[in-house]
Each structure stands twice: as C-alpha cells, then as structure tokens.
C-alpha cells in the first residue's frame, strides 16, 4: 500500500528566504506525482504535476523534482513571500492499477514572516 | 472558464438522515473522484469514477454511495448519516487519453456536520 509523507509538518521561516518542503513515498511506481496548496477554510489548488518519466517541472518561484527510484520529491520555492503561508500537499498516483487515484500526504504548514 | 462546483458549501443534518452533496464539472473530464479531509488522517479517496455508468470503491467507501449517469455530474450520497461522517467532502476531476496528463483539479469543498 502506498504511503506518502512530508517532513516537516510545519515550518516557519522570514520573508525573502529560499526553502525546500520534501514528500516521500514508498512504492516507485508511480504514475505521476502532484503539489497542491491549501489555504485555510479553501480547497487544493494544483501548484505542479510532474510525469514518472520527468525529474523536475517549473512554475514562476516554484521548481519541483522527482525521483522516482529513490521515492523522493522536493519543492524548492524562491525568495519566500508572505502570500506564499499555505498548507502545501503532496499527492501521487499508483502504478497501472492504482493510475487516477492521488495517495496524498498529511502536508507541511508554511509560514513565512514578515 | 471551466470549473469544479460543488453544493452546498455547508450542511448540518441529523444523523440516520439521506444526505446528497453535489458535484459539477465544466471541464468534460472522464474521470471524478470523491475525497474527505479530517484531521490526523489528511484527503482519503471515498469513491471515484472513469466514466458514464461507471463508479468504484475507494479507501473509505463503507456508508457513501455514487452514481454516474452524466459526465458532468457524481453525486455522493450518504445512506445514513453518522457523526463519523462529520469532515470536509472534496470534489475532484482530471481528464484522460491522449493529451491528457491526469492532472486533478478540485472544487471548493463541501463541509458537513452530522449531529
């Protein structure tokens, strides 16, 4: 059964600072793997998807890798922002059987300070 | 532009009562899903669907039931409310086929108490 986790659970950091928010998993086969970001009270918003057979995908401050053999994910967001304080989700998808279905993890909460 | 809808955005109801919650997509994917959020147990997948007539079981599925008969629509329905059943129901969809690369975009959430 797939496990999915995110170290650390929560974490509080100044303004302006380069940070990194990890996710692993135990089962390499995955189909894709997905970051969500979670304001309090509001639904998951997808931040980046990347594909079993890419390493990394880039939006704007955001660069997200994969590796798959390792079971491993990192989110690298640049120059930390106030308006980026958010609850940030992994999720990825089975192998063939389990293709669709997001196993996510329990989420790291990102503060950033002023 | 295309969304994810879902109503109502809160429900009390009572327990042993039938409750509905809806599901709306405008992006024609074939693929929608049903998750509950609680806390110390994160999103777990209630039940979810590839297509028109089609609907399967998830990790939490005991006491939820779906029905598909559009693509634009999947209804979760609780049989018979229990408090365990109070949480956050989320509403998700991604496309399939050639093009497509499963991304899944979620609606605003339905949240529920059951008294």
């Known amino acids: 059964k797939q496990e999915v986790t995110q170290i650390p659970a929560a974490l509080s950091v100044p303004e302006g600072e380069n940070l990194v928010l990890n996710c692993s998993f135990t089962?390499?086969?995955?189909?894709?793997l997905q970051w969500f970001r979670q304001d309090p009270g509001k639904g998951l918003t997808s931040l980046l998807l990347?594909?079993?057979?890419?390493r990394e995908q880039t939006s704007g401050r955001l660069n997200a890798s994969l590796d798959k053999s390792s079971g491993r994910s990192t989110l690298y967001i640049a120059a930390s922002q106030p308006g980026d304080s958010a609850t940030y989700l992994c999720?990825?998808?089975?192998?063939?059987?389990?293709?669709?279905?997001?196993?996510f993890g329990q989420g790291t909460r990102l503060t950033i300070n002023p | 532009d295309a969304e994810i809808t879902q109503s109502p955005r809160h429900k009390i109801t009572e327990t042993g009562r039938q409750v509905t919650l809806a599901c709306h997509q405008t992006?024609?994917?074939?693929?929608m899903f049903w998750y509950r959020q609680d806390l110390g147990h994160g999103l777990r997948l209630i039940h979810y669907?590839?297509?028109?007539?089609?609907?399967n079981k998830g990790e939490v599925s005991d006491g939820y039931s779906v029905s598909r008969s559009n693509t634009e629509d999947l209804p979760l329905t609780l049989e018979s409310a229990a408090s365990s059943q109070t949480s956050v129901y989320f509403c998700?969809?991604?496309?399939?086929?050639?093009?497509?690369?499963?991304?899944?975009?979620f609606g605003p959430g339905t949240r529920l108490t059951v008294l």
């Open positions: 998700a969809s991604s496309g399939q086929g050639a093009g497509a690369n499963n991304e899944q975009f």
């Open positions: 089962d390499s086969a995955i189909y894709n």
């Open positions: 990347i594909q079993s057979s890419q």
């Open positions: 999720a990825v998808t089975g192998g063939i059987q389990g293709a669709q279905k997001l196993v």
């Open positions: 992006w024609n994917h074939n693929n």
């Open positions: 669907s590839y297509g028109v007539q089609d609907t």
